[in-house]
Nanobody, 116 residues
Framework: QVQLVESGGGLVQAGGSLRLSCAAS????????IGWYRQAPGKLRELVAS???????NYQDSVKGRFTISRDIAKNTVNLQMSSLKADDTAVYYC??????????WGQGTQVTVSS
């Protein structure tokens, strides 16, 4: 059973930085895409950033220039470096991997709170 485990969330002041990590129980290259999503209270879950197995990165417009998604294949992790954080970035952040059969695997989420 594939597992994804997020870590690195916490409380940070506006303008600060956090680095989230998503650790997979197996080879991350089994996933076509790994994405970071977030869900704020009362809002729908939204895609923040993703990276494909070939290394192509995509970002939501609101985080471009502030967030960077990266991966460490040797460690089977996908990271999200977040800088210049805003109160609007407050949410539970999830990672999701989608495999070759379009099956989705979600982590349990990690809370990010940005104080203004």
């Amino acid at each position: 059973q594939v597992q994804l485990v997020e870590s690195g969330g916490g409380l940070v002041q506006a303008g600060g930085s956090l680095r989230l990590s998503c650790a997979a129980s197996g080879n991350i290259l089994r996933f076509n895409t790994i994405g970071w999503y977030r869900q704020a209270p009362g809002k729908l879950r939204e895609l923040v950033a993703s990276i494909s197995s070939s290394g192509i990165r995509n970002y939501q417009d609101s985080v471009k220039g502030r967030f960077t998604i990266s991966r460490d294949i040797a460690k089977n992790t996908v990271n999200l470096q977040m800088s210049s954080l805003k109160a609007d970035d407050t949410a539970v952040y999830y990672c999701k991997g989608q495999d070759l059969f379009a099956a989705d695997y979600w982590g349990q989420g990690t809370q990010v709170t940005v104080s203004s």
